[in-house]
């Protein structure tokens, strides 16, 4: 069984930047497709950022040139390293795995097996 525990997330000034963590234990991690989520008061969840095994990268307009998706094989992890962080990028971040080895990197959270308890990213002044 896969495991996923977030962390890094924490009360951030706009303009801000912060790096997510998720440590994955069970399974075969070099495997999957690894993605980031969020989802903000009363929203829907949506991708973030999406990466897989060999490192090709997919990023929901609002990440483009703020967020940087990357992962260490080595260390079972995933990060997210946001920049430039706004108010309306305030969501409860969960990082998710796929687990019946997609051949592209998907957008819609059914895409997707196990998930992390989430890490909150309120950004405020």
């Known amino acids: 069984q896969v495991q996923l525990v977030e962390s890094g997330g924490g009360l951030i000034q706009p303009g801000g930047s912060l790096r997510l963590s998720c440590a994955v234990s069970?399974?075969?991690?070099?495997?999957?497709?690894m993605a980031w989520f969020r989802q903000a008061p009363g929203k829907e969840r949506n991708l973030v950022a999406g990466?897989?095994?060999?490192?090709?990268?997919l990023y929901e307009d609002a990440a483009k040139g703020r967020f940087t998706v990357s992962r260490d094989n080595a260390k079972n992890t995933v990060y997210l390293q946001m920049h430039a962080l706004r108010p309306d990028d305030t969501a409860v971040y969960s990082c998710?795995?796929?687990?019946?080895?997609?051949?592209?990197?998907?957008?819609?959270?059914?895409?997707?097996?196990?998930w992390g308890q989430g890490t909150q990213v309120p950004v405020s002044s």
């Open positions: 990466v897989s095994p060999s490192g090709r990268t």
């Open positions: 998710t795995a796929d687990e019946a080895l997609s051949a592209v990197i998907g957008r819609g959270s059914a895409y997707y097996g196990s």
């Open positions: 069970g399974g075969t991690f070099n495997r999957y497709i």
